[in-house]
């Protein structure tokens, strides 16, 4: 067996129940424990837009939130859920939609624990993330180590190569645009946009994403307008088939309970984050009087990014593949079968489609950039960003141009190992995160937090410096 083969076994053999069984089991138990937040949803939606100046930070709320929403709105909003449908049956929409609905509360539990513990740089600039959370919160520096290395690491292959070459192959494809032309346009486009830092960053994430997110929503409606003749169809053939094991028939692949259950939350828990400790990360430089504050905002994230963008995708493939023959739901490819169901609007389907991954690949690339350099800064210091910079821009560079099945695969499981440090601290903090959330409930949601924020004596060297 290759080193690639046991690279791709053990990869599968994360994503499948182990990494389900952790990251799901945390989002029910982390529900109760804080309450059933996910009834303070609409509250959550209203602070995202709220400015809160005065409080200390570098970022707005809203600019966290977009720059979080580049990473987490990619490609597996698109390709993943068509992959899970081509595997795992239309079934599968709900358990992936129901990854959502529970990881809500994973996401403002992860998130509420990088705020608290989150320290002031030598500069004044605000840091935080589960490294801290490990680190200050559970004395366990180790493990907010192993967080880092592999947070560091996986930002090279999830966040830049892998999208890189998404977006080259795509203009290659459908445009016949040589992949060099990209890999250089790409790579400049990068480097402006980093080389200012996070507020330059937030600043195109909240630009961007509003205007990605929207643009594919509305080529979705189209769609579901379009196959409105069917959707009460698809709806109940979605639920059925989550708890059928007979075959699904209408074009679909036949799969049991248990298939159907894995496809939904592998890549419901691989599209929305919630549990592998990224949207912290940048949650920790925003403008909260308080960790709930921010930990409710970043909340909408996973609300945004799976309950409402994941099941759309959904709808739009289910519906598609029982109105249209031609639509193969047997093909096993998710990326083709996406296709087919955006060809299905006359001229601009394919245009929408295609806009909507090249624009969610180039903000994951944004987003990511930041969560592995802080990653990075935690383990040797500030020194290491103008270095952190020059190999982003260089991975950008040669992911367009070349193949990177083994890299994606390596990224892949690099993305599943980082989320059980992270969910260490959650559950050994649950009772922090249940303080915090009760302190802070009601007409004491706008206290300020007193406690002093400390300044890191080793920011320049880091904790391997």
Known sequence: ???????????????????????????????????????????????????????????????????????????????????????????????????????????????????????????????????????????????????????????????????????????????????????????????????????????????????MAAFYVIGCIIILIMNADVLGQAIVTIVTSAFSARAAGAGFVGSTIAIACRYGFARGLFSNESGMGSAPLVASAAQTRNAKRQALVSMTGTFWDTVVICLMTGLVLVT????????????????????????????????????GLITFAFSTILGWYYYGERCAVYLFGEKVIIVYKILWVAGVFIGSIVELNMIWNIADLMNGLMAIPNIFAVLLLSGVIAAETKKYSGKHLDDKDTTDIPTLKNSKSGVLG
């Open 1 to 211: 067996m290759s080193f690639s083969d046991i690279i791709s076994t053990v990869d599968n053999f994360l994503w499948g129940w182990p990494l389900i069984i952790l990251l799901f089991g945390t989002h029910i138990f982390m529900t109760f424990r804080t309450g059933f937040i996910q009834k303070d949803i609409f509250k959550a939606i209203k602070l995202s837009v709220t400015p809160d100046p005065d409080a200390e930070g570098d970022v707005s709320q809203f600019g966290a939130l977009t720059t979080a929403l580049s990473s987490t709105i990619g490609t597996g909003n698109i390709i993943g859920v068509g992959t899970a449908i081509a595997l795992g049956g239309p079934g599968s929409v709900l358990w992936m939609w129901l990854t959502g609905i529970f990881g809500i509360a994973t996401k403002y539990s992860e998130t509420l624990i990088g705020v608290k513990y989150r320290v002031k740089s030598e500069n004044g600039s605000m840091i935080g993330g589960a490294m801290y959370a490990l680190d200050r919160g559970l004395h366990a520096k180790w493990a907010g180590i192993l967080f880092a290395v592999l947070a560091a690491l996986c930002a090279f292959g999830i966040g830049c190569t892998v999208q890189a070459n998404a977006v080259a192959s795509n203009f290659f494809t459908n445009f016949g645009t040589p992949k060099i032309v990209i890999a250089v346009i790409l790579a400049i486009l990068v480097a402006l946009v980093i080389l200012g830092g996070i507020k330059s960053i937030t600043k195109v994430s909240e630009a961007l994403v509003p205007f």
């Open 320 to 355: 598609s593949i029982i109105k249209y023959p031609h639509i193969d739901g047997l093909s096993g490819n998710g990326s083709e079968l996406t296709s087919m169901a955006f060809s299905v609007i006359p001229k601009i389907g394919l245009p929408i489609l295609l806009v």
